[in-house]
């Protein structure tokens, strides 16, 4: 009996750890995207956010993965990337992200102005996809019915939303 309550219990279980995954780092990122704004209307100034380039330092990368974590800085420029040799001022640096992939739809730094609005290097709006990954040696979190992944939309005038990824949507943004 313990043994067929068992495993009822445990696929349940798996998938509800795996959702509050994903939940977890797309609250995170929309925190801190949120935190970046409130930063660039405060001072008047540039803040951007990028993904890190790797784990030992905080040099922005040049992709659209943010599972190494992200960097939020103050920067001369919109849409610069930070390394740790600017003269930009790092704000928060956010550690590699777990049981979980984030994919953007703009590579490298997108950028807060004064008035809080979002400069993406091509213009519009940005879109965050968070999936949670079956294994944590996948390379891309999955999508499905019973596990949603999670994006978020930063529109141009700076407000960012959150909805569940339709089934069979794909998690690479």
């Keep these: ?21 994903a939940v977890a780092v797309s ?3 929309m925190a801190d995207l949120q935190f970046a704004r409130g930063q660039a209307a405060a001072t008047r100034s540039y803040v951007s956010i990028c993904p890190r380039a790797n784990t030992t330092d905080d040099t922005c990368g040049t ?11 103050s920067a001369s420029a919109p ?5 740790t040799t600017s003269t930009a001022t790092l704000q928060r640096a956010q550690p590699a992200v777990n049981g979980a992939s984030v994919r953007a739809s703009a590579s490298g730094p997108i950028t807060y102005n004064a008035r809080g609005e979002l400069l993406v290097g091509g213009g519009g709006d ?11 040696s996948d390379p891309e979190g999955a999508n499905s019915s019973r596990v949603p992944g999670i994006k978020l ?3 141009h005038s700076g407000r960012v939303g959150s909805a569940s990824l339709a089934s069979g949507a794909t998690c690479d943004d």
């Excluded at 965050?128 to 294994?135: L, M």
Aim: overall charge positive; aromatic content about 12%.
């Design 126 to 136: 940005a879109t965050f996809t968070t999936c949670a990954k079956v294994a944590p």
């Design 27 to 29: 609250n995170g990122l």
């Design 63 to 73: 992709n659209a993965t943010y599972d190494l974590g992200w960097v939020i800085y």
């Design 153 to 155: 939309s930063a529109s």
């Design 1 to 21: 009996m313990l043994a067929i309550l068992a495993s009822i219990a445990f696929p349940s279980m798996r998938d509800f750890m795996r959702r509050n995954q």
């Design 79 to 83: 849409n610069v990337a930070y390394v």
